[in-house]
């Protein structure tokens, strides 16, 4: 049996599924899309033509069951498994606009389709073997990119770089397993004898560094796709609203004299940098008797405890005192001290200190203070949301503060690959460990089994139906 064969009789019992492809609403032209056994002969029956010819776009009209033209247009057919799900998928091409879509989509439904559910169409294509679960997790990243450079590492992954990175790995990992267990299965044999020759310890710190590589990779790919949440947080009228308006470009929020202006969470999304950021402003946290800014309040404390990033916005010529520092600031204003990993200070107005009061001067008058600050990891950037100035050392501080600093070949990733590959990670340091330490070649090879099957994950050669449903129901309808 041939693989056209094998694919016709695991796609028979499936029925016939479509969806429009396009985003509804007006527009020059609608898509809907069909797969499966049946599509072909809804096509006929549809348009009154006997025959289509594969990848050739024929022009037709669209027949009511009463022939009544509902509209006009083109008919493509990709004959299996020559197409994207691996089935026979045609697509109309008419008018855009709902009505005639929909009547459209009617009429083929009334010729033996099924409504298509969010991602069949990929769900099928994956299930046919016509791409792996990076590449139709890729599709969705692809439709979903925020940036130019998400938007490209996600092609990257869709054509199947980080597929291969992974069955690279993936091929060592199956030989070195091969390797362990004829030594087990034939201790008797001289050159199999792991335990002693340090072939296979030399291969598996391969294959750790290539892992640690590409979770590298992966890690920026993952800052790509989903960016970060940073939340502007500090004192009324500290420039929290000012400087979530010099970093979006434009008047997002409604700045004043007057302290609480901002009563409820504002948010704004921004790329800078290539770095997709998710920006909340948030209320002034004061002690407060208005009850519609107590409530923006508490929003502003729910909203710092989600955030990845949080900005302390201070004003240095009011919200500092006497010998107090930014850390004291910081305690006082959310109880406690943040982790230096989550905190980001910033020093706004400082174009109206001169050199004689200056944000060092002001703020640390007592040097071993300012030092302690930096030896416990926290950062500190002097901007003005006024004049603009320091705006892009807090950017740069940013991408600093995250890793964030992608090459041009970065791939994208989502927060399940990254757990995949720490936990093939954690397995392979456990084999290892197992090797060196305790020369237990069994468990050598139960580790390396686990981290086959973690790395297996990623791209669905090993992974479990609630999985599949889940990514595949993220998807459009018609995708």
């Given at each position: 049996m041939n693989s056209t064969e094998t694919l016709a009789t695991k796609t028979s019992g499936l029925p016939t599924i479509a969806?429009?492809?396009?985003?509804?609403?007006?527009?020059?032209?609608?898509?809907?899309?069909?797969?499966?056994?049946k599509a072909y002969d809804i096509a006929c029956q549809l348009t009154g033509k006997t025959r289509f010819t594969?990848?050739?776009?024929?022009?037709?009209?669209?027949?009511?069951?009463?022939?009544?033209?509902?509209?006009e247009g083109l008919v493509l057919y990709f004959k299996a498994p020559f197409s994207f799900t691996g089935e026979d998928v045609i697509e109309l091409q008419g008018h855009g606009g709902v009505i005639l879509q929909n009547l459209l989509l009617a009429r083929v439904f009334e010729l033996g389709a099924k409504q298509a559910t969010a991602g069949e169409f990929s769900y099928r294509a994956f299930d046919n073997d016509k791409l792996d679960l990076v590449q139709a997790e890729a599709i969705a990243d692809a439709i979903d990119a925020t940036s130019v450079a998400a938007a490209s590492s996600a092609i990257r992954s869709l054509t199947g770089e980080f597929s291969e990175k992974i069955n690279q790995l993936l091929e060592q990992l199956i030989h070195l397993r091969l390797h362990v267990e004829a030594a087990i299965d034939f201790p008797d044999e001289e050159d199999v004898d792991f335990l002693s020759d340090g072939v296979i310890q030399e291969k598996l710190e391969q294959v750790q560094a290539q892992v640690q590589q590409v979770l590298a990779t992966a890690k920026q790919g993952q800052l790509l796709r989903d960016g970060i949440h940073v939340v502007l947080a500090g004192r009324p009228n500290a420039g929290k609203s000012s400087l979530l308006n010099r970093l979006a470009g434009q008047e997002r929020a409604i700045v004043t004299e007057v302290a609480g202006t901002t009563r409820d969470t504002l948010n704004e999304t921004v790329v800078l940098n290539g770095l997709t950021l998710h920006l909340t402003d948030t209320a002034?946290?004061?002690?407060?008797?208005?009850?519609?800014?107590?409530?923006?309040?508490?929003r502003a404390r729910t909203a710092i405890t989600q955030a990845d990033i949080l900005l302390l916005v201070y004003d240095v010529t009011r919200d500092i005192a006497g010998e107090s520092t930014p850390l004291e600031l910081a305690e006082q204003l959310f109880g406690k001290l943040p982790e230096a990993k989550r905190l980001l200070i910033i020093a706004n107005k400082s174009d109206l200190l001169n050199d004689e009061n200056s944000v060092d001067s002001k703020n640390d008058v007592n040097s071993s203070l300012q030092l302690e600050m930096t030896e416990q990891g926290y950062q500190q950037v002097n901007v003005s949301c006024e004049t603009g100035a320091g705006i892009e050392e807090l950017i740069q501080a940013l991408c600093d503060k995250v890793g964030f600093h992608p090459p041009e070949n970065s791939l994208i990733a989502r927060t399940r690959h990254i757990d995949a590959l720490r936990r093939t990670a954690d397995a392979l340091a456990e084999a290892h460990e197992q090797l060196i330490v305790f020369k237990a070649g069994e468990l050598v090879a139960e580790s390396l089994r686990q981290a086959q099957h973690s790395l297996g994950e990623i791209t669905g050669?090993?992974?479990a139906d609630d999985l599949l449903g889940k990514i595949f129901g993220s998807f459009c309808i018609g995708k």
């Open positions: 969806a429009i492809a396009t985003p509804l609403g007006r527009g020059g032209v609608g898509i809907i899309r069909l797969s499966g056994t594969p990848r050739l776009a024929s022009f037709c009209r669209f027949y009511q069951a009463d022939g009544k033209v509902i509209d002034g946290l004061r002690d407060t008797e208005d009850t519609v800014e107590r409530i923006g309040i508490e050669e090993f992974s």
